[in-house]
């Protein structure tokens, strides 16, 4: 089946500091790149949606300068928490789509865990 | 506004049967999943209905009514490595899933 995997699985950065997390596709190209913010309990939450080649479309109340979102390739979206703060702490999933797969497909990453000191 | 809800939490016993309800309210509706997501990672896929009706899948059994808005996620011969949070998430009208807060599940021997 369909692979995708995130780098770091875990990060401890300090206040002010930028992080970026990679999600790769493995065995398939990703024209559509989708990142999730899960809060300790809660549900999984939307940041943005991502297509390879153009600029990144965000939720409401997601700030894009914070948030940065690059889809350079079919097989690579980043997301960079710039100037992170403790409350940015959070369990960061991506997940991904292939030209032919159907709509409601969406293969996730394991996650990246992000602790903000 | 769009809303799905299911319970915050429930407990069973291995090797026992049970139900996890999911209702839900959205504009459109291009299907519902059920995801499984053990702690600290991230959700993998146990099913997908878009039609009325019962899809069996080994151990476990989704069932859907659009009419009711309402789905249901059954496990059969609970083991202990069930015990994880079941999300329900349906896909809207513009395919973007709404994802509900999870269902922790508890097996107890």
């Known amino acids: 089946g369909a692979v995708v995997s995130q780098h770091p699985s875990r990060v401890i950065c300090k206040s002010g500091t930028s992080v970026k997390i990679e999600c790769r596709s493995l065995?398939?190209?990703?024209?559509?790149m989708f990142w999730y913010r899960q809060f300790p309990k809660k549900s999984l939450m939307l940041m943005a949606t991502?297509?390879?080649?153009?600029?990144?479309?965000?939720e409401q109340g997601v700030e894009k300068d914070k948030f940065l979102i690059n889809h350079a390739s079919l097989t690579l979206s980043t997301l960079t928490v710039t100037s992170a703060h403790p409350e940015d702490s959070s369990f960061y999933i991506c997940?991904?789509?292939?030209?032919?797969?159907?709509?409601?497909?969406?293969?996730f990453g394991p996650g990246t865990r992000l602790l903000v000191l | 506004g769009q809303n799905i809800d299911q319970p915050t939490e429930m407990t069973a016993t291995e090797g026992a049967i049970v139900q996890i309800n999911c209702t839900y309210q959205?504009?459109?509706?291009?299907?519902l999943f059920w995801y499984q997501q053990h702690a600290g990672e991230a959700p993998t896929f146990l099913s997908y209905?878009?039609l009325d009706g019962l899809e069996e899948k080994g151990r476990f059994s989704s069932f859907l009514s659009r009419s009711k808005g309402y789905s249901y996620l059954l496990l059969k011969e609970l083991q202990m490595k069930d015990s994880a949070s079941y999300l329900c998430?349906?896909?809207?009208?513009?395919?973007?899933?709404?994802w509900g807060a999870g269902t922790k599940l508890i097996i107890k021997p």
């Open positions: 997940s991904a789509r292939g030209p032919g797969q159907g709509l409601e497909t969406q293969y």
């Open positions: 991502s297509n390879e080649g153009s600029k990144a479309t965000y």
């Open positions: 998430a349906v896909m809207d009208s513009n395919y973007q899933l709404i």
């Open positions: 209905n878009v």
């Open positions: 959205t504009s459109g509706f291009n299907g």
């Open positions: 065995d398939f190209q990703a024209t559509t």
